[in-house]
């Protein structure tokens, strides 16, 4: 597999990962239970900055390549 088809993949794998994350939001106040509900919420914050972190770093390579091209 090359870098450019790397790169696709794991951008779409995060994109999948953060429309999962977000479809969790609205099922968390079900459960009722504050406690529970501000950890889980802490939690998917945690798991959203980190697919962000990746889909930066992503960015960040591919435009070093781009500047590798000229």
């Known amino acids: 597999m090359e870098r450019a088809a790397a790169i696709e ?8 990962l953060a429309v999962a994350i977000t479809r969790l939001h609205p099922l968390v106040p079900v459960l009722q239970d504050p406690a529970t509900q501000a950890e889980i919420f802490k939690a998917l914050f945690e ?3 980190n697919v ?3 889909k930066k770093q992503i960015m ?10 000229v």
């Open 9 to 16: 993949q794991i951008r779409a794998e995060c994109n999948h």
């Open 47 to 49: 798991l959203t900055k």
């Open 60 to 69: 960040r390579l591919e435009r070093r390549d781009d500047n590798d091209l």
């Open 52 to 54: 962000e972190t990746v």
